[in-house]
C-alpha cells in the first residue's frame, strides 16, 4: 500500500476571519440582552416533591405530592393498596388547607380523580395568598360515608425566579459562548488533518481480520508496544 | 526480539500546520484517568458496573413498585440515565457508548459463536435506527412509558435481547452501527463534544503498514504455519480488534460513529492515537469524505436524522406540557376519536414531516436567492442540516438536564425505599423523602443557557457552511438559516415556560 504525500486543502475546512462572524456575534449579544430581562416573564410551575409517602389510612396506603406555589399550588393524593380490586371502589377524596397562624379560615376543595392506567391518584388546586406555614388535610370518604383524615404542613413557596438569579446562572453560559465564539474566530485556516488522503486497507484484509472472535490480552504498556517476533 | 517503538518522527515542528504532531490536550497522556483508560480492560470495568444497575432496573420493574416515582427501573431511565447522557456528551464524549452494558451479554456470545453473516446490504445506512428512534419516542408518548416501570424493563430487556441478536448473527459492530437509536442520538450528541479519538501525529500513520487500527492484531503465525497464505493467516485468533465501525483513524473526522470503544488506542502498534480535545461543533463544518461514512453533506439518513433529532426534541419536550394534552382532547372532540394513537401520529407526523419540510425548503429557497448558488433546494437542505444540531442538542439538554436537576437526590430515598422493602430493614437508613433536586431557580437559567449555547453553536456552524457554499455572499446564505434557529430557540423557550410534567420524578402524567 503506498502511503501518497497530501498537501493540506484549505478549502475544505472552513475558514472563520475576524469580520465575518461579526454578524452572528452581534445577533447573539441582542438575543442575550433580551435574556437578561427575562426574569419577569413566566416560570416553569415548580417541582412537585413528597410531603407524605406511604402513610397509612384505612384501607389505603396514602402518598400526597406537593407544589405548593404561592397563586394556585397543586396536591397530588396517591392511593396505592393491596386489595386487587381497590380500584373498583373509589373513595372521595377532598383536602383542606388552612395557615397555622389562623389568619383566614379554612378552605376545602374538591380533589379530582386523575386518568392513570395503573393507580388511583387525585390532583387538588388550593390557593396559597402569600409565603406562609400552612396546614393541609386530605379528607377519605369511603363509598359507605365513613371518613377518614390525614394532616401535614407546608410551607407555600414564590413561584419562579428573579432577575438577578438567571443573570448569575446565565453568567457562565454567557462566558463559555465567548470563549467559544472566540476559538472559532482565531482558528485559522489550516487544514484539516482528516484531510489526510491515507489510502484505507482493502476491504477484503478487514472483512478477513473481523471472521474470528477476540482472544486474550494484548500486550499493551505504557507509551509504547512491545511486539514479540 | 522486543522492539519498542517511538511515538512521533523528531521532525514534527517543521511541519506546516495540519501535518504536526496534535498539540491538544490528551486525556489519555493523563495520570489517573489516562491510565486507566489505556488499561485494556477498562471499558469492561466501566460496562460492568452498569450492567449490575441494569440488573438491579429490571428486577426492580418487574417485581418493584408500580409508581415511577418509587421504582428504580423508571426513575433512573427517564430521569438519571437521560440527563446523564447528554451531559457526558457535553462536557467529555460519548461516554454512554463506552460504558454500554448492552455489549457485555454479546461479547460473551462472540466468545461461544463467531458471526457469520454480513449485515444485509439494504439494511445499510442509518434508515433503520431513525424508524427506531421515532418508533420509541411513539411508543414512549402513546404508552406514557415515563411512569410504567413495567413496561420501562420491557424496553430495557429488548434493548439487550436486541444487541445480543444482531451481534451475534452479524458481524462487526453491526448494532451500533446500523440499529442502535441511542448510539445514534450519542453520535450526534458527540459532535459537540469537547473530546475526540483521534490522531496524534499523522506523519506516523504514513509510514505506518499494518493499519491495525482499522484491520486489528491477530496472534503471531507459528512457524509451520505458511504465513504468506492469506488464507492461514485468516485462521489467526484476534488478540485485538480494530474499529468495528470501519473508523480508518488517519481518515476519521470528528465523533459521528465512534463509540469511544478505544480499540483503535489499544490496536495501535504505535501509539498513535489519543483522547485529544478539540473544539466542539467544528467537524459538523467539515466538508469531504470522511472514513466510515463517506460525504455527510449527501447522505439523504444522516441529514434525515440530524432534522429528526432537532425537531424531535422541540415534540418531546412540547409533549409534557399542559398545551399539548389541551390541543390532543380539542382534536379528539373535533374529529370524534376515542383512541390516543391516530391523534399522537398525526401530532409526530406534523411536527417530524410536514413542519421541517416546509421550514427547511423556505430556508433553502431564501438561501439560494440571497446567495445567488446554483444547488437544488435539497442539496441546500443537506448541507445546512448540519448546522440544526448545535441547537436540537440544546433543546435535549434543557429538557433532559430539567428532569435530572430537578429530581438529582431523588435516587436516594428511592434507593433506601428499595433496600427497605427488599431486605425488611433500613440498611441505608429511612428513606429521605424530603430530598429532591436543584430549586427552579437555578435549573431555569441552565435551561436558558443550554438553550443559548446550542443557538450560538448553530450560527457558527451555519456561517461556516454558508462560506463554503457562497463566500462572497456568506450573510445572504446564513440568514434565512439562522432566523430558522432562532424560531426553533424560541419555540424552545416558550414549550420550557410551561407547565411541565414531572414525568419519573413525578406521578405526572
Not at chain 1, 396517591?78 to 397562624?101: C, G, H, N, Q, Y
Not at chain 1, 388546586?125 to 406562609?132: S, T
Not at chain 2, 467544528?282 to 461514512?293: H, I, T, Y
Not at chain 2, 438536564?401 to 433506601?416: D, K, R
Request: charged share 15%; net charge positive; hydrophobic share 50%.
Amino acid at each position: 500500500m503506498s502511503a501518497r504525500t497530501w498537501r493540506p486543502s484549505p478549502a475544505r475546512w472552513p475558514r472563520f476571519g475576524r469580520r465575518p462572524l461579526r454578524w452572528p456575534c452581534a445577533a447573539l449579544a441582542g438575543l442575550l440582552s433580551v435574556l437578561s430581562v427575562l426574569g419577569s416573564a413566566a416560570a416553569h410551575e415548580g417541582p412537585p416533591f413528597p410531603i407524605v409517602v406511604d402513610q397509612t389510612l384505612g384501607e389505603y396506603t396514602v402518598s400526597v405530592w406537593a407544589d405548593p406555589d404561592i397563586g394556585t399550588a397543586q396536591f397530588f393524593v396517591i392511593l396505592e393498596s393491596p386489595a386487587k380490586d381497590f380500584a373498583d371502589r373509589v373513595p372521595r377524596v377532598a383536602l383542606w388547607v388552612e395557615p397555622v397562624s389562623g389568619r383566614l379560615p379554612r378552605v376545602t376543595c374538591p380533589a379530582e380523580q386523575q386518568a392513570m392506567r395503573n393507580r388511583l391518584q387525585f390532583e387538588a388546586r388550593p390557593v396559597f395568598d402569600q409565603r406562609d406555614q400552612w396546614r393541609v388535610g386530605v379528607q377519605l370518604t369511603a363509598s359507605g360515608g365513613e371518613t377518614q383524615e390525614l394532616t401535614m404542613q407546608v410551607e407555600s413557596t414564590p413561584p419562579g425566579y428573579g432577575a438577578w438569579d438567571l443573570a448569575i446562572y446565565l453568567f457562565p453560559f454567557v462566558l463559555l459562548g465567548g470563549l467559544w465564539a472566540v476559538a472559532m474566530l482565531r482558528r485559522s485556516a489550516v487544514a484539516c488533518p482528516h484531510d489526510a488522503p491515507i489510502a484505507e486497507p482493502p476491504r477484503e484484509s478487514v472483512l478477513r481480520a473481523k471472521q474470528t472472535a477476540p482472544g486474550p490480552v494484548t500486550k499493551f504498556q505504557g507509551s509504547a508496544v512491545r511486539e514479540v517476533e | 526480539m522486543t522492539t519498542t517503538l517511538s511515538r512521533r518522527p523528531p521532525s514534527g515542528d517543521r511541519l506546516p500546520a495540519g501535518q504536526r504532531p496534535n498539540a491538544a490536550l490528551d486525556l489519555l497522556a493523563l495520570p489517573g484517568v489516562g491510565r486507566f483508560l489505556r488499561w485494556r480492560h477498562s471499558r469492561l470495568m466501566l460496562q460492568l458496573p452498569l450492567l449490575a444497575v441494569s440488573v438491579v432496573m429490571v428486577a426492580h420493574a418487574f417485581w418493584g413498585p408500580d409508581l415511577a416515582p418509587k421504582n428504580l427501573a423508571a426513575l433512573l431511565t427517564w430521569v438519571h440515565f437521560r440527563g446523564l447522557v447528554v451531559l457526558a456528551l457535553l462536557c467529555a464524549g460519548n461516554l454512554f457508548c463506552m460504558a454500554c452494558p448492552f455489549l457485555l451479554p454479546r461479547e460473551l456470545a462472540r466468545r461461544l459463536i463467531a458471526p457469520r453473516w454480513e449485515w444485509p446490504r439494504w439494511l445499510r445506512g442509518k434508515w433503520l435506527s431513525l424508524a427506531l428512534f421515532v418508533a420509541v419516542l411513539f411508543t414512549y408518548e402513546l404508552f406514557d412509558l415515563w411512569s410504567d416501570p413495567w413496561w420501562t424493563g420491557v424496553l430495557i430487556v429488548a434493548y439487550f435481547a436486541a444487541a445480543l441478536l444482531v451481534d451475534a448473527l452479524f458481524r462487526r459492530a453491526s448494532f451500533c452501527k446500523h440499529v442502535c437509536p441511542v448510539g445514534q442520538f450519542n453520535f450526534l450528541g458527540s459532535t459537540l463534544s469537547p473530546l475526540e479519538v483521534a490522531v496524534r501525529d499523522h506523519q506516523v500513520c504514513h509510514t505506518c503498514s499494518t493499519k491495525d487500527c482499522i484491520v486489528g492484531r491477530r496472534a503471531e503465525a507459528p512457524q509451520a504455519l505458511d504465513r504468506q497464505r492469506p488464507a492461514g493467516e485468516a485462521q489467526l485468533p484476534i488478540i485485538q480488534r480494530g474499529c468495528e465501525l470501519g473508523l480508518f483513524q488517519p481518515r476519521k473526522v470528528g465523533n459521528l460513529d465512534c463509540t469511544f470503544c478505544l480499540d483503535c488506542v489499544y490496536a495501535c502498534p504505535h501509539d498513535n492515537v489519543g483522547l485529544l480535545a478539540r473544539l466542539p461543533a467544528e467537524e459538523l463544518v467539515a466538508a469531504g469524505s470522511r472514513s466510515g461514512l463517506g460525504v455527510v453533506e449527501r447522505r439523504a439518513d444522516l441529514s434525515a436524522w440530524m432534522i429528526v433529532f432537532t425537531f424531535a426534541a422541540l415534540l418531546n419536550a412540547f409533549a409534557m406540557i399542559s398545551p399539548v394534552y389541551a390541543l390532543e382532547q380539542a382534536i379528539a372532540e373535533w374529529t370524534g376519536l376515542t383512541v390516543e394513537w391516530p391523534i399522537l401520529a398525526a401530532l409526530f407526523a406534523v411536527t417530524l414531516l410536514i413542519e421541517p419540510a416546509l421550514l427547511l425548503a423556505a430556508a433553502a429557497y431564501t438561501t439560494r436567492w440571497l446567495s445567488g448558488t446554483g444547488e437544488s433546494l435539497l442539496a441546500i437542505v443537506q448541507r445546512f442540516a448540519r448546522s440544526l444540531v448545535p441547537i436540537g442538542f440544546g433543546i435535549w439538554l434543557a429538557h433532559y438536564g430539567f428532569h435530572f436537576f430537578t429530581g438529582l437526590w431523588t435516587v436516594i430515598p428511592v434507593t433506601q425505599h428499595t433496600v427497605w422493602r427488599t431486605t425488611g430493614r433500613e440498611l441505608l437508613g429511612a428513606p429521605q423523602w424530603h430530598l429532591g433536586g436543584l430549586p427552579e431557580s437555578v435549573v431555569f437559567p441552565l435551561e436558558m443557557g443550554f438553550l443559548g449555547l446550542g443557538l450560538l453553536g448553530s450560527w457558527l456552524v451555519a456561517w461556516g457552511i454558508s462560506r463554503q457554499l457562497a463566500a462572497e455572499r456568506t450573510l445572504g446564505g446564513w440568514a434565512p438559516w439562522a432566523a430558522l434557529h432562532l424560531a426553533i430557540f424560541a419555540a424552545a423557550v416558550w414549550i420550557l415556560t410551561q407547565p411541565m410534567d414531572m414525568r419519573g420524578t413525578f406521578l405526572g402524567g
